[in-house]
């Protein structure tokens, strides 16, 4: 079974500041996701990682296979950022989830 | 195009009743998932359709929980005999072919039992 470890739990900031979140997972993988969920429970899927990086606007994730590790990085973070970012790792049938990111950006 | 939907959004229901809750997938999506996630902690995988059958059931905590895809889309989440412990927020997941592809999630539904 994968176990997936986030870090930091919880993570209080201001507006404008370069967020890092990690995420540590122990069996090889298919694929990493980061997911947002907002207060309300929905969720998104950022990104979804089986090698190297990706960008999408302020967002960049990052992986490294050999380590079993990816971090999830917010550039010129904002209020509206703030939620709980989730690390998923990914096989065949299915996700095993971290415990998840709380992140609060203050104006 | 129209995302994962599921209903209700909302459900409270007292111990000892069934219920069940319903996933609207993507057209056209394959594979289905159902998650659950208790308060304060990450979702957990429950079960994992492809098609009309269940590759993975390995995540339903025990014989009171069940569901079917019968056609190969709609999937209903069945739990018997609810318990205070089953409180949580449901949540439905959709992918294409399944595999590595991206799931696409719903909007979750909370199932409170009193």
């Known amino acids: 079974k994968n176990e997936v470890e986030q870090s930091p739990q919880n993570l209080t900031a201001q507006e404008g500041e370069f967020i890092t979140i990690n995420c540590s997972y122990s069996?090889?993988?298919?694929?990493l996701h980061w997911l947002q969920q907002h207060p309300g429970g929905g969720i998104v899927s950022l990104f979804m990682l089986s090698s190297g990086k990706k960008k999408h606007g302020r967002l960049i994730a990052t992986i490294n296979i050999q380590e079993k590790h990816s971090s999830l990085h917010i550039t010129a973070s904002h209020p509206r950022d703030s939620a709980v970012y989730i690390c998923a790792a990914g096989g065949a049938d299915g996700l095993t989830f971290g415990k998840g990111t709380h992140l609060i950006i203050q104006p | 195009g129209a995302g994962v939907s599921q209903t209700p959004s909302n459900k409270v229901t007292e111990k000892g009743k069934y219920v069940e809750l319903r996933c609207d997938p993507i057209?056209?999506?394959?594979?289905l998932y159902w998650y659950r996630q208790s308060l304060g902690q990450g979702p957990e995988f429950l079960i994992y359709?492809?098609?009309?059958?269940?590759?993975?059931d390995s995540g339903l905590p025990n014989d009171r929980f069940f569901a079917v895809r019968p056609e190969g889309s709609v999937s209903t989440l069945k739990i018997q005999r609810t318990e205070r412990g089953d409180s949580a927020v449901y949540l439905c997941?959709?992918?294409?072919?399944?595999?590595?592809?991206?799931?696409?999630f719903g909007p979750g539904t909370r199932l409170t039992v009193l």
């Open positions: 359709f492809q098609g009309t059958g269940a590759a993975d």
């Open positions: 069996v090889g993988i298919s694929a």
């Open positions: 057209s056209g999506h394959t594979a």
């Open positions: 997941a959709s992918s294409l072919m399944g595999g590595i592809d991206t799931q696409y």
